[in-house]
């Protein structure tokens, strides 16, 4: 099946520090992925749709300087929290999309816990 | 109007019940949907896709109704380790991949 894999699962900082998430699809190719928020009980919601080779697309109220985005393989996106401070602390959880089964399946990575002291 | 709603719960039910979440979507052109099931502090994990002749899987059952936008996930014989929440996904298509979800449902299955 496909699995999508995150580094760090958690992370505890001090403010201003800048964290960096990993997501990588293990076994397939993605040309698209997202990166997702969540805050306790609560919904998933999207922050942007990151794209292989060009630039991420983040959606109204994300602030894409301070959520960097790479794409720089198939198989591998980075999520940057630039001085993250304690209202960042969230579940952060990126999918990949395995295209042609006609749904466009998107499959979770575990996520990453971050908690800004 | 939310672009996906769900009625939050919970729903606790007795182990062996049927239990049924139905979830409504505003956009008439949407393409694609799913169910995700989410457990407590784990990220979501594809349960069934949703197809326009309904689909099932063993104990789970989904269904699509476009006239009145909405679809409905059925549970029979409920097991206690089917508590968790339940997302209602739905991808509005016109080129995107994006996903639209719902808050979840969250469900309790008691002994």
């Known amino acids: 099946g496909a699995v999508v894999s995150q580094h760090p699962s958690w992370v505890i900082c001090k403010s201003g520090t800048s964290v960096k998430i990993e997501c990588r699809s293990l076994?397939?190719?993605?040309?698209?992925m997202f990166w997702y928020r969540q805050f306790p009980k609560q919904s998933l919601m999207l922050m942007a749709t990151?794209?292989?080779?060009?630039?991420?697309?983040?959606e109204q109220g994300v602030e894409k300087d301070k959520f960097l985005i790479n794409h720089a393989s198939l198989t591998l996106s980075t999520l940057t929290v630039t001085s993250a401070h304690p209202e960042d602390s969230s579940f952060y959880i990126c999918?990949?999309?395995?295209?042609?089964?006609?749904?466009?399946?998107?499959?979770f990575g575990p996520g990453t816990r971050l908690l800004v002291l | 109007r939310k672009e996906v709603e769900q009625d939050p719960g919970p729903f606790n039910v007795p182990e062996g019940a049927t239990v049924a979440f139905n979830c409504t979507y505003s956009n008439s052109a949407s393409q694609s949907f799913f169910w995700y099931r989410q457990d407590c502090r784990k990220e979501p994990k594809l349960l069934m896709s949703v197809y326009s002749s309904g689909n099932e899987d063993g104990r789970f059952t989904a269904q699509l109704n476009r006239a009145s936008q909405y679809i409905s996930l059925l549970i029979r014989d409920s097991k206690l380790s089917d508590s968790a929440t339940y997302l209602c996904?739905?991808?509005?298509?016109?080129?995107?991949?994006?996903?639209?979800f719902g808050t979840g449902t969250r469900l309790k299955v008691l002994a």
């Open positions: 999918s990949a999309t395995r295209t042609g089964t006609g749904y466009e399946t998107q499959y």
């Open positions: 996904v739905v991808n509005p298509g016109a080129g995107t991949y994006k996903y639209i």
């Open positions: 076994d397939f190719q993605a040309t698209t």
């Open positions: 990151s794209n292989e080779g060009s630039k991420a697309t983040y």
